[in-house]
């Protein structure tokens, strides 16, 4: 994953979000070109946090979404926007996902940063694509997500916010 990230511009120019076959009008631009330089390490950080929470959503394991979670905390999409103040708001949420992904036969999801920038020494903000692959290994759609993490007093990234881009299909 970390060389994609080396890319200037990704963008309409192509007409492809990437990872998908959907058109796209938003740019995603390189992490490395950003005013403050995002280092490989971090990039590799959020790459594995990504990772594990694409695997908590697949597993619809509420125990490991919490811990990936920093009450209070606020998820925003074009048609809502919703407050997460507990755990057990973040495990029925990841539970909903779960159904919705079910419903669609999207047995994986997969993370692939589309941007990074390190705002503070403790606040991050990365945009993620995720793809949605089926139990024969297709992708059948994917979504887009922007994150702020923040670290949390033991070091560890956690998600303050989520903006949904919205949902694609193949």
Known sequence: MLGKEVATVISAQAGTQPGTNSPSSRLYINPLENAMETSHALV???QIFLDQFALAVSEND????TQLWESPA???GDTMAMQVQSDAAVRKMFGSAKKMMDEMGVAETRAEILGLESLTPKVVMVTA???WINGAGEQVGGESTT????RDNSGSLRVKSSVMHGQETN
Do not use: S
């Open 44 to 46: 590799k950080e959020v």
């Open 62 to 65: 509420g125990k490991a979404a």
């Open 74 to 76: 606020i998820v925003l």
């Open 129 to 131: 694509h995720f793809d």
């Open 147 to 150: 994150f702020t993490l923040r």
